[in-house]
């Protein structure tokens, strides 16, 4: 049984990601195009679980299970797709067993690096959504202290219809005619 906890954005939880990172490149090494900091940690201003999520993009997947224990050894939990076709997923926990990070990678022409970022670029140039879901998650963090599958249950038609925004607005960001001075 994990624990849902929802906390006040922490500053520190960038630094945490490039820490992260820099590890995570440490193994995964040339395989890597980019690491992202996404999720809710990566959101100034909204609450969240203190659990750092990280999109690595890689040219090969394939190369990312050779590393599987070298992951290991960093202490996560390697996952396979774990639900997701097409994605590698790891988790660690810290000494007292709480989860602290999550890392999910993909190819780089994943539709779901896409979906990641567009989602997280959306919630920052977009506060009040934000603020929308950072409510939402304190209010199901506080109904289903000790039950992690309703707190997601609870999230999942709120993310789908900001995935649905975030796609459009993405879309309308990268067709808008350039300025020229």
Known sequence: M??????????????KFQIEAQKINHIL??????????????I????????IDILVEVKELVKVDERNSS????GYKVMGEFGITGRRYFWKNNQEGIRTHHVHIFEFNSKQIERHLAF????????EDAHKYSELKRSLAQKYPTD??????GKDSFIKEIARKAAQWRLSIQQSP????
Request: hydrophobic share 40%; charged share 25%.
């Open 148 to 153: 992690i599958d309703s707190y997601m249950n």
């Open 178 to 181: 350039c300025e020229t001075i």
């Open 71 to 74: 992951m290991e050894l960093l």
């Open 2 to 15: 994990r624990k849902v906890e929802v906390v006040k954005h922490n500053p520190k939880w960038r630094e």
């Open 29 to 42: 090494g040339e395989n890597i195009i980019a690491i992202h900091h996404i999720g809710s940690t990566a």
């Open 120 to 127: 997280r670029d959306y919630m920052i140039s977009h506060p």
């Open 44 to 51: 100034a201003h909204i609450y969240a679980k203190p659990i």
